[in-house]
């Protein structure tokens, strides 16, 4: 895997934790 993360990783990363936020409550 590469060092850095791209544009889409970030945005993807975004929604899983907003994901997990929204089953957790």
């Known amino acids: 895997m590469a060092g ?3 544009k889409t990783d970030l ?3 975004k929604l899983l ?3 997990s936020k929204i ?3």
Request: aromatic residues 0%.
């Open 17 to 19: 934790q907003e994901n």
């Open 23 to 25: 089953t957790n409550l």
């Open 11 to 13: 945005k993807i990363l």
């Open 4 to 6: 850095k993360l791209d």
